[in-house]
């Protein structure tokens, strides 16, 4: 079932003072996100990202096209108690302290006040923001302290669909871990995400599916295997061998293209064009008495993908 479908949507601003042009940032987009799915919206800089989303959250309006979220049409604001949003430069009241922050957002959703007390204080640990910050005034926080802050408002309502904005940004490696764990244990809550990210390292790790944006265009959708294997072509594996040497290995092994050896440090690097070859390397190595290291599919990275 699908959550979140996209119809065409497109989005022209206009730009210039006394000249007035319409500059294109979203041209006929049309995607569906599933339940409990967690799913990454990539693109370069100026692709389009945070005007899809800002378009899905209804801070500006579509020149074109349609979408729905949890089947209500996006005009509809009354699914927003169901569901979550993470802007991309979250701008919080400075001077309210992080728990004081929370506490309103729970205010506005309609919690009473010793709910929103409980749920301000589970999100924020939950989010790791550290205990002795929590009554300090916003405008005194780091980057990654008030990207914390952002993530734990966008969960205050318990949402069915969070819409996260380059959640990673300005986190350090802790950070970004705790995050990316976070993100996973909402998909285990039966939550749907939806995000867009420049660090492709966590999208290959958390997503489920992804789409890929390209000048306010739609230029690939679907689940990262398929969108790898769709590029790579072919199913190429290779095997990592030690003690023994380009030459001797080749002596043993069938005569053809099917095998590619290169040397490497302590060993060699064979790459097969199926995985079926593989027992001919076995045998070569057998008979050669080397040391088999690994067997691993040669699988196109999201980085070749995305720069493809
Ligand atoms: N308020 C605006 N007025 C005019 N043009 C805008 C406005 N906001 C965005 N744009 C243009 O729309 C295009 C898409 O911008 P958008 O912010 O959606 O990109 P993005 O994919 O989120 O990029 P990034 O990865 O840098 O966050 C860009 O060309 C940008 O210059
Ligand atoms: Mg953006």
Redesign the pocket.
Known sequence: MSVVEIDNLQKD???GFWRKRH?R??DGLSLSVNAGEIFGFL??????????L?LLMRLIFPTGGSAKILGHDISDVSMHSRIGYLP?NPYFYDYLSALEFLKFCGEIFGLSKAERTIRAKTLLSRVKLDESKWNTQLRKFSKGMLQRVGLAQALVNNPEIVFL??PMSGLDPIGRREVRDLIAELRAEGKTVFM?S?ILSDIEVLCDRVAI?KK?RLANVGYLNELRQQVAGQNLVEVILSGIDEATLKTYLPAGNDFQVTSIPGGVRVELKEESYVDSVLAALRKSGGKLLTVQPVRQSLEELFVD
């Open positions: 601003y206009e730009v500059v940032a979203l693109g370069a800089n100026g692709a389009g990202k945070t005007t899809t800002k991309e904005d380059e867009c420049h944006l306010g």
